[in-house]
């Protein structure tokens, strides 16, 4: 699907979204190291930050989950400027199906053209089309950038998680 971002990308330059496969992998995980790009708790580092997504985004690219997607935007064919992936997963109150964020990320060089929003937008009509009445994901408190994002998109923090190093 193509769509038109915003902001400053060229405008004979059309964003197209696709399904992400086996052959991004490398793109994939080059885009997915800046998820660890905020200040990172003294408790954890970016390299273990990077395994845990490194596995989810591998499992969808090789094995994917029918209750999951995996969009990747771009511009030119196999040049991934921003991701999303999205499963769905059974609410932990109402016992429901949620479709949870797992993963979001624009390239930096690519931010403020619109490209995390139309994502999300995608991601959001997907989980729609399934029956799926609300989305969810985790972001790290000290993620000022993604908080803004997604509090400017209508997300709201529901609950705090709390860690202490024993």
């Known amino acids: ?8 990308a060229p405008a004979e330059r059309r ?3 696709r399904p992400g496969g ?6 994939v995980l080059r885009l997915a190291t800046r998820l660890s790009d905020f200040p990172v708790p003294s408790w954890r580092t970016a390299e273990e930050i990077s395994r845990g997504d490194d596995q989810v985004l591998r499992e969808q690219l090789w094995a994917p989950r029918t209750d999951g997607l995996l969009l990747i935007a771009e511009y030119d064919p196999q040049a991934p400027v921003g991701m999303i992936l999205v499963t769905t997963r059974i609410d932990y109150f109402r016992q429901d199906q949620i479709a949870h964020v797992e993963v979001l990320v624009v390239d930096s ?14 991601a959001e009509e997907w989980a729609r089309a399934r029956g799926v009445e609300r989305m969810g994901l985790t972001v790290w408190e000290a993620n000022q950038r993604a ?8 997300y709201r923090a529901e609950t705090i998680h709390y860690l202490k190093e024993l």
């Open 1 to 8: 699907m193509d769509r038109r971002p915003t902001g400053s």
């Open 15 to 17: 964003l197209r979204l």
């Open 109 to 122: 060089a690519h931010e403020r053209q619109g490209i995390a929003g139309m994502l999300m937008a995608a």
């Open 22 to 27: 086996p052959d991004d992998e490398a793109a």
């Open 147 to 154: 908080r803004r994002f997604y509090d400017r998109n209508g």
